[in-house]
């Protein structure tokens, strides 16, 4: 412990995951703002091999002058086995950031409770950098669970937690030391809850929720699609399906209307938007960084809900009296795909969309007009 005491020269922050965002993109950002970086994550020969380099290699593929550059840490411990330094990490540090995957947030809330539940700092920050709707208040109903009373609750409750969006291609590296990434880089935070984060290289940016959508659909909704119909031509890369002009084709109707959409409810301009999704289409062509169509095209029926990121556009144009006919034509090419991999009859794909979408009326408009389309 006698290290941990005298850390209090730099910005210290303690940083969750050290997957290929959270190398590729966070700690980065960490590393150029001049902070001192701690690492958890409960990959034992991640943790092994960095405790001894204290660093990692990052590629920016695209960086013509300097592709190789060395991205120092000053340690990396196991919330599984280093509990009592992560603990003792997080009683000292000036920050906390996450990329660990909304469905692992639970446990960095249970640690964050244990560590910070006695005492009340409205200094406290914890930025979650993560591809997550509403992030802030779903990390923070997260703290309040593990609350064991409810001094601790207000204790936790004056914790600054804002939304974020984060956003730069990231893969793993030949070996495990090594993260490929590129040279874009977007992570900022909601300026309503954090006027200023105190590190350089993540921002606090107003209107964030219109940024997120843009994002959301132009790139997620977008990289999502394009892959699910790469599979049925048998592409094995992301970039494949990027360059490939039949698919580009293809989703075009439905990539207008997700333009019309941000215009119409977020003021994002049409120009502004296009713009935006040309330099997502570029830089998802890139071969340097090839990331596997799997890893992308899954989980389709999840994604599929009402409120998830192919549908719920095109209930929010119903809703603004858009026809959106063109578009749920690309959805129901991607949904025969995958039934066909599937091996799904018609009324099995009915029976799973009734499911989805039966529970609203616009739902059930939409499944009226997607089986007309048939």
């Not at 958890?40 to 405790?51: C, Q, Y």
């Not at 540090?93 to 700092?121: F, P, Q, Y």
């Not at 040279?183 to 909601?190: A, G, L, P, Q």
């Amino acid at each position: 412990m006698e290290g941990v005491s005298t850390m209090k020269q730099k910005k210290l922050v303690v940083h969750f995951g050290a997957g290929a965002l959270g190398r590729g993109l966070v700690v980065p950002m960490l590393y150029d703002s001049g902070c001192r970086i701690v690492l958890a994550d409960t990959n034992p020969m991640l943790i092994e091999k960095m405790k001894d380099a204290k660093s990692y290699t990052l590629d920016v593929s695209d960086d013509e002058q300097q592709r190789l550059h060395t991205i120092k840490i000053e340690d990396i411990v196991s919330p599984v086995t280093d509990e009592a330094m992560l603990l003792a990490y997080l009683h000292i540090c000036d920050a906390v950031t996450t990329s660990v995957r909304r469905e692992n947030l639970i446990h960095v809330a249970k640690v964050l409770a244990m560590a910070w539940g006695t005492e009340s700092d409205s200094r406290r920050m914890v930025l979650c950098c993560e591809n997550v709707e509403g992030v802030g208040a779903y990390f923070h109903s997260l703290l309040m669970d593990y609350a064991k009373n409810e001094q601790q609750r207000k204790n936790l409750s004056v914790i600054r937690i804002p939304d974020t969006i984060v956003d730069r291609i990231c893969a793993a590296g030949s070996t495990i030391m090594e993260v490929t990434s590129e040279s874009f880089h977007e992570c900022s935070v909601d300026a309503d809850v954090v006027t200023d984060t105190g590190i350089a290289k993540i921002p606090s940016l107003t209107n964030i929720r219109s940024h997120f959508y843009r994002k959301r659909y132009l790139l997620n909704t977008y990289a999502d699609a394009m892959a699910f119909l790469a599979l049925e031509k048998q592409h094995t890369y992301l970039y494949e399906a990027a360059k490939d002009e039949e698919i580009q084709n293809r989703l075009d109707p439905y990539i207008r209307l997700l333009i019309q959409l941000l215009k119409a409810k977020y003021g994002i301009a049409m120009n502004e938007s296009e713009h935006w999704f040309q330099l997502y289409r570029k830089r998802l062509s890139n071969p340097e960084i090839p990331r596997e169509l799997h890893t992308v095209a899954r989980s389709l029926w999840s994604k599929m809900t009402l409120s998830e990121r192919f549908i719920c556009p095109l209930i929010e144009l119903i809703h603004l009296h858009i026809d959106v006919s063109d578009g749920l034509a690309v959805i129901q090419e991607i949904i025969e795909s995958q039934a066909g991999r599937e091996g799904l009859t018609d009324d099995e794909v009915h029976k799973k969309l009734q499911d989805l979408w039966g529970g609203t009326e616009y739902g059930r408009k939409l499944l009226e007009m997607f089986i007309a389309l048939e």
